[in-house]
T-cell receptor, first 108, second 115 residues
Framework: LAKTTQPISMDSYEGQEVNITCSHN???????ITWYQQFPSQGPRFIIQ???TKVTNEVASLFIPADRKSSTLSLPRVSLSDTAVYYC?????????FGAGTRLTVKP | NAGVTQTPKFQVLKTGQSMTLQCAQD?????MYWYRQDPGMGLRLIYY???????DKGEVPNGYNVSRLNKREFSLRLESAAPSQTSVYFC??????????????FGPGTRLLVL
């Protein structure tokens, strides 16, 4: 199972774009890259998922280079409500391993 | 659509007591999961059920048992609670297990304190 590495914490200000990079050097051919968001006292919530290149939805964008050994979650124009923990997962046959995630703090 | 629901929301147990955590989903999903989350940590998989009638161990199954009662419900039982089982427990479901790109939907969690 591919292990992921991401920064423990990040700070940002309202209105800025935030990029969180995750490394997954041992990603396998069939693995998908998935990002979850978790607010305090809530379960994780799916944000975005991708296999290669770029994926965009109404919440975020996910950039995956050709070698797929890393990925970057991009949150455009963050607000205070985006303060949360963000998890990067490499999903291998539905075996989902959550690391400690990246704690994003958005300041006014 | 309630999604994934869990009961109770909070529970205090004494060491050695038993209890069952309940989980139900109304999304007609085939697969269901139980995770635990310790403070400042990510989630760890306890057990999962790929489909009705089947259950399998996850990363940390010791001290727990599960029952897939029907397609909607998946319960987690602690037979003899220990302080090390103090945690927040999350139930999740997905359309199927093992599919490429499959995503899971999580419940609100149950906070368990074992004294």
């Amino acid at each position: 199972l591919a292990k992921t590495t991401q920064p423990i914490s990040m700070d940002s200000y309202e209105g800025q774009e935030v990029n969180i990079t995750c490394s997954h050097n041992n990603i396998a051919t069939n693995d998908y890259i998935t990002w979850y968001q978790q607010f305090p006292s809530q379960g994780p919530r799916f944000i975005i998922q991708g296999y290669k290149t770029k994926v965009t939805n109404e919440v975020a964008s996910l950039f995956i280079p050709a070698d797929r050994k890393s990925s970057t979650l991009s949150l455009p124009r963050v607000s205070l409500s985006d303060t949360a923990v963000y998890y990067c997962l490499v999903v291998d046959n539905n075996d989902m391993r959550f690391g400690a995630g990246t704690r994003l703090t958005v300041k006014p | 659509n309630a999604g994934v629901t869990q009961t109770p929301k909070f529970q205090v147990l004494k060491t050695g007591q038993s209890m069952t955590l309940q989980c139900a989903q109304d999304m007609n999903h085939n697969s269901m999961y139980w995770y635990r989350q310790d403070p400042g940590m990510g989630l760890r998989l306890i057990y999962y059920s790929a489909s009705e009638g089947t259950t399998d161990k996850g990363e940390v199954p010791n001290g727990y048992n599960v029952s897939r009662l029907n397609k909607r419900e998946f319960s987690l039982r602690l037979e003899s609670a220990a302080p090390s089982q103090t945690s927040v427990y999350f139930c999740a479901s997905s359309r199927r297990q093992g599919g490429q790109g499959e995503t899971q939907y999580f419940g609100p969690g149950t906070r368990l304190l074992v004294l």
